[in-house]
């Protein structure tokens, strides 16, 4: 359990700093989108989502 949360920190730090989108966070936490959103949020983290990532996230959804 301590691993999975440092494993969490870990990716949203990367999220934090703009490396990876919000759907790749949760793809790498094997978290749902919606949980993920949630999780951040508690930890105070603002949400950053860009045209572009919406689309990524979309299309990845789309092909598997």
């Known amino acids: 359990i301590m ?3 440092i494993k969490l920190d ?3 730090e ?3 700093k703009g490396e990876i989108t919000i759907g790749k966070a ?3 936490a094997k978290k749902d989108l919606r949980e ?3 999780i951040a949020a508690k930890k105070k983290i603002p949400f950053q989502y860009s045209k572009k ?3 990524e996230d979309f299309e990845a959804a789309k092909n598997g």
């Open 3 to 5: 691993g999975e949360k």
């Open 10 to 12: 870990y990716i949203l």
């Open 14 to 16: 990367q999220y934090k």
């Open 26 to 28: 949760a793809e790498l």
């Open 36 to 38: 993920m959103i949630l």
């Open 53 to 55: 990532e919406l689309m």
